[in-house]
């Protein structure tokens, strides 16, 4: 297991709802990435955090939004949620340095239905 | 712009044959890196590998060999000896250097039939 937790891990919405999606990362790592993984699909970036501010974002409208806690916890909100927006949403750790990202190493994931 | 593909949408073993998971990428920067995960049922992306472009050996972890080639663009992954427990969505990924988001192929879903 790689210490990232994730909750909850089943979330079900109706459209136009709001929902907080929550993740811990593993020890001694800094940032948190999220990805949106639609069924079939492979993951897509969503954004990064990092010394809580966001450190890099993928192509998501402005209401998937983050925070990252000083624990280095991490929250995904999405607002006004859509039919679309039902998928598995994966959490990722990593620890940057002065050399780079080292490997991110991801969480259980939570599965969102919106109806 | 970059890109991974895993043509190989499904494949279907039975147990103790050796697969191959194919990954082709295209990336423009001469310094990036490439990873393996597995995806079980559970959902969870498990790390298998990771290889920096300026190393070209191959490696051998137990039943699991990847054989990368820059000249090819390739990153391909065996199993040798498959098992049912190796069930599995693989996923191929590509981060540029100085980036921070890993960009995904689409998978390779294999079935170990026992």
């Known amino acids: 297991e790689t210490g990232v937790t994730q909750s909850p891990t089943h979330l079900i919405k109706t459209r136009g709802q709001q929902v907080t999606l929550r993740c811990s990362s593993q020890?001694?790592?800094?940032?948190v990435s999220w990805y949106q993984q639609a069924l079939g699909q492979g993951p897509q970036f969503i954004f990064q955090?990092?010394?809580?501010?966001?450190?890099g974002r993928g192509n998501f409208p402005p209401r998937f939004s983050g925070l990252q806690f000083p624990n280095y916890s991490s929250e995904l909100n999405v607002n006004a949620l859509e039919l679309d927006d039902s998928a598995l949403y994966l959490c990722?750790?990593?620890?940057?340095?002065?050399?780079?990202?080292?490997?991110?190493?991801f969480g259980p994931g939570t599965r969102l239905l919106v109806l | 712009a970059q890109k991974v593909t895993q043509a190989q949408t499904e494949i279907s073993v039975v147990e103790k044959e050796d697969v191959t998971l194919d990954c082709v990428y295209e990336?423009?920067?001469?310094?990036?890196?490439l990873f393996w995960y597995k995806q079980p049922p559970s959902g969870e992306l498990v790390f298998l590998i990771r290889r920096n472009s300026f190393d070209e050996q191959n490696e051998i972890s137990g039943r699991y060999s990847w054989n990368f080639q820059k000249s090819t663009s390739s990153f391909n992954f065996t199993i040798t000896a498959s098992q049912v427990v190796d069930s599995a969505v693989y996923f191929c990924a590509l981060l540029r250097s100085g980036a921070n988001n890993l960009f995904f192929g689409t998978g390779t879903r294999l079935t170990v039939i026992p």
């Open positions: 020890s001694g790592h800094n940032t």
């Open positions: 990336t423009r920067d001469t310094t990036y890196y």
């Open positions: 990722a750790s990593s620890l940057i340095e002065r050399r780079g990202q080292e490997t991110q190493y």
């Open positions: 955090y990092y010394r809580e501010e966001e450190n």
